[in-house]
């Protein structure tokens, strides 16, 4: 894999192929729920989730379960509480946040760490596997993408609004705490589904990385939001494709050309002397 002949043998290769279909997916999910997680400031939450998402990995093998099957209602959970916890606590959120992440992660290594049948790599939970992505991982992303993309385009009125000011949406007879939850609820799926391409410890990356990005290149909230969601399934294939070239590591590939994209975006946005989007 460390020229192009060997890249266009590789690319040949099924798992390749899943792989760059997945990454194309997860990058563009990301990309999508970034794009407003950014603007309400939500970034953190996401990678609480992700970091916390651990934990629920480790139950599933602790129960003998496909971990997958645990995560997902897991990472549900755990956000329905924090959000819980943020709403009826005094203290910040980020602080609380930061308490919730700290503590799963330290659960999760401590429990690892006593489980002598589990034959996984520690590597592959922290910075994920997209080559080994499975035909029925597609089918999940590609219906949350779907699912996602409905959900937001029939409620892009009230998501506008409540990005901007809470009682300017109720004004206009939204419920910010129900389209809030379900915002939250969606953003935890999506963190679960990714973990497996992405891993916990740059899931993050993946959510906020193009996002930020989109936001100094766009004016309009609706090339914002398409921006964002292009530039992370793009940059997941670049970085794909550089993985197979480099032989390194695929998720780190694809996090080092988001901030390349970003930092592009950053030296654009000054020359042309914009100001980030606002929604």
């Known amino acids: 894999m460390a020229d192009p002949a060997a890249l266009s043998t590789v690319l040949a290769q099924p798992f390749m192929q899943r792989a760059l279909l997945g990454g194309l997916l997860t990058g563009s999910l990301g990309g999508l729920l970034g794009s407003f997680a950014v603007l309400r400031q939500l970034s953190f939450f996401s990678d609480a989730l992700g970091h916390s ?27 329905l509480l924090v959000n819980q916890l943020v709403q009826r606590s005094r203290l910040p959120a980020d602080a609380l946040l930061n308490i919730v992440y700290s503590t799963s992660l330290a659960l999760a290594v401590v429990a690892l760490s006593l489980v002598e049948t ?16 499975a035909w029925h991982d597609l089918a999940v992303i590609t219906a949350l993408l779907l699912g996602a993309l409905v959900y937001l385009a029939l409620s892009l009125r009230a998501q506008v609004l ?15 705490s129900w389209h809030r939850l379900a915002f939250i609820v969606l953003l935890a799926v999506v963190v679960a589904v990714s973990i497996k391409a992405v891993g916990v410890l740059l899931i993050s990356a993946f959510v906020v990385i193009p996002a930020c990005a989109g936001r100094l290149l766009s004016r309009r909230f609706p090339v914002y939001v398409a921006s964002s969601a292009a530039m992370g399934g793009g940059c997941a294939l670049l970085g794909l494709l550089g993985s197979g070239l480099t032989n390194l590591p695929s998720g780190p590939c694809v996090v080092i ?5 970003f930092v592009l975006a950053l030296l654009v946005s000054q020359l042309r002397g914009r100001s980030p989007a606002a929604p």
């Open 53 to 79: 998402a651990l934990l629920g990995i480790t139950i599933g093998i602790l129960l003998g379960i496909n971990p997958t099957l645990v995560l997902i209602p897991f990472v549900v959970t755990l956000a």
């Open 118 to 133: 589990y034959q996984g790599g520690i590597q592959q939970l922290l910075f994920g596997d997209i080559l080994g992505i």
């Open 162 to 176: 409540l990005t901007l000011n809470d009682d300017l949406a109720s004004a206009f007879g939204i419920r910010p």
């Open 257 to 261: 050309v988001q901030f390349t994209v």
